[in-house]
């Protein structure tokens, strides 16, 4: 198994940062594709970032400029760089990872959630 965990969230006033740790633990062999959702309250999930194993991002709209996705494949961990917060942010964010664990077999692994707040 390999298994997903979130880390860094928190609560934070209009403006500032936060950054998201993602690790993934377990037979990892690669991640090949890697992302952050979030859900707020009463709302469905919905994509944030995506990083794939060639290194080329995606984001949704509304983060464009503000988050900044990346990777460090030696820990099989994968980060979220989230400034300028708004309000609207505010959301239990959740990493997602896909790949190959030894020997060759494909996972798909969700994290439980980290809360980040925006508030002043």
């Known amino acids: 198994q390999v298994q997903v965990v979130e880390s860094g969230g928190g609560l934070v006033q209009p403006g500032g940062s936060l950054r998201l740790s993602c690790a993934a633990s377990g037979s990892v062999l690669n991640m090949n594709a890697m992302g952050w959702y979030r859900q707020a309250p009463g709302k469905g999930r919905e994509l944030v970032a995506a990083i794939i194993s060639g290194g080329s991002t995606n984001y949704a709209d509304s983060v464009k400029g503000r988050f900044t996705i990346s990777r460090d494949n030696a820990k099989n961990t994968v980060y979220l760089q989230m400034n300028s917060l708004k309000p609207e942010d505010t959301a239990v964010y959740y990493c997602?990872?896909?790949?190959?664990?030894?020997?060759?077999?494909?996972?798909?692994?969700w994290g439980p959630g980290a809360q980040v707040t925006v508030s002043s």
């Open positions: 997602n990872v896909r790949g190959r664990s030894i020997p060759s077999r494909p996972f798909d692994s």
